[in-house]
Each structure stands twice: as C-alpha cells, then as structure tokens.
C-alpha cells in the first residue's frame, strides 16, 4: 500500500516569508509526528498527533511554527517569517500506535527547504 | 527522562569487514527498541526492532539483541557491503500513547569502502 508522502519535496523561501509543508499519512495511522533534520545532525522532534488527542507541542523551537492535523489524516506543518536557521530536511512519521507493530513509525521522504 | 545514546561516526570500515555500532538506552520499564536507516537523500526505514529482553532482531544481515541487563541494543553485521552505506539511528519508545515518547540517537554515519 502506499506509505507516507510528503510535499514538496524540495521548497526555496527567501527570508521572512511563510512556507506551509504537507503530510500524508498511511490510511488508518492514527499518530503522526514531525521531526527536523539539520545538516549532518540527527532527528529534532517537533510535535506529535495522536487520535483526537492535544497535540504534543513540545518539540516545536518558536512561536513561529506551528501544526495542524485535519480530520485525524493529513497534516500541514506551517513556519511564519522563516529565518536561515530553519533550513533543513523536514521529516513526517505515522504509526498506528496499536498492539502489534503499533510502536513502528514509518517515514515520508522528507521536505528540503532552504531559505535564502 | 528516556534516552538513547550510540556511538559517535563516522565509521568507516572495508567491505566485507565485521560492523558493531553501539547503542545504549534510559527507560523505565520495558521499551522497544529499534534500529532505522537512512540511506543518502531517503528519509528513514525501519532496519529492525525488539520488543522485549533477550529478543533478536534481524533484518538484511544485521542483527540486534535487547540486552535488559547492560541496557543496550547493538547494530552488528558480519561482513558490510558498500551499499550499507548510510546513517544508523537507534530509538527505543514505550507504550504512552498521549504524548511523544519516541527517543532517537544522534545517528552513526557508515562508509563502507570497495
């Protein structure tokens, strides 16, 4: 089946504008997570979506993200007013967060964006 | 808190030599354990998993035994090939299901030369 997709896959921003970023997670996967992955540095958690639970924000580094999960499916990762320091390769995961292989997250292939 | 902690890369190693890449963790109770890969330009796979003491996982070669009683959970592999190539990320989670609890080591890079 299809696993998760993220768009785009390569985003270029000048400095100061707001860049929205897309996941699709697997049908049924109720857990969603972002991540960030700087340049040759390892995964930095950002939020977390479980089921109509509040999301776990606690990852997130500024006011100026933010994330939103409609109808328990797609999610849409925001950055206002983005800065240099945000480039990076965002990472989006969905589980099912059941008995079985609920613990597993399966990853999209990344967003790259770079902000000029 | 839950933590992993794995070996600084990169590791650079000839082909068919015998890999190990260490990973220790910090959990109450009983995490699982994983080990995922990211080859260049890919985000990441599952490699394999363990979910309780003494279980092996196994997956393309590599194996990995969750040790409850030195707290680890070590990547090895008897003889590496040049496409095993990429960043190694060990992770543990346990059953919390509000909040994250998915913890991820800082990653270990391999080259593996011809």
């Known amino acids: 089946g299809a696993g998760v997709s993220q768009s785009p896959s390569n985003k270029v921003t000048e400095k100061g504008k707001d860049v929205e970023l897309r996941c699709d997670p697997i049908s049924g996967h109720t857990a969603l997570y972002w991540y960030r992955q700087s340049l040759g540095q390892g995964l930095e958690f950002l939020i977390y979506?479980?089921?109509?639970?509040?999301?776990?924000k606690s990852g997130l580094p500024s006011d100026r993200f933010s994330a939103e999960r409609t109808g328990g499916s797609v999610s849409t990762l925001t950055i206002q007013r983005t800065q240099q320091e945000d480039s990076a390769v965002y990472l989006c995961a969905s589980s099912t967060r059941t008995s079985g292989d609920g613990d597993t997250q399966y990853f999209g292939p990344g967003t790259r964006l770079t902000v000029l | 808190g839950d933590s992993v902690t794995q070996m600084e890369g990169p590791v650079t190693l000839s082909e068919e030599a015998f890999l190990t890449i260490n990973c220790t963790y910090t959990?109450?109770?009983?995490?699982?354990l994983f080990w995922y890969v990211q080859y260049p330009g890919e985000g990441l796979q599952l490699l394999l998993k363990a979910t309780k003491a003494d279980d092996k996982g196994s997956n393309k070669g590599f194996e990995a035994t969750y040790r409850k009683e030195t707290t680890s959970f070590h990547l090895e592999k008897g003889s590496v090939q040049v496409s095993d190539s990429a960043v190694y990320f060990c992770a543990l989670t346990r059953p919390l299901y509000n909040f994250n609890n998915f913890y991820f080591g800082s990653g270990t890079k391999l080259n593996v030369k011809p």
């Open positions: 959990a109450t109770g009983y995490p699982s």
């Open positions: 979506f479980q089921g109509n639970s509040a999301p776990d």
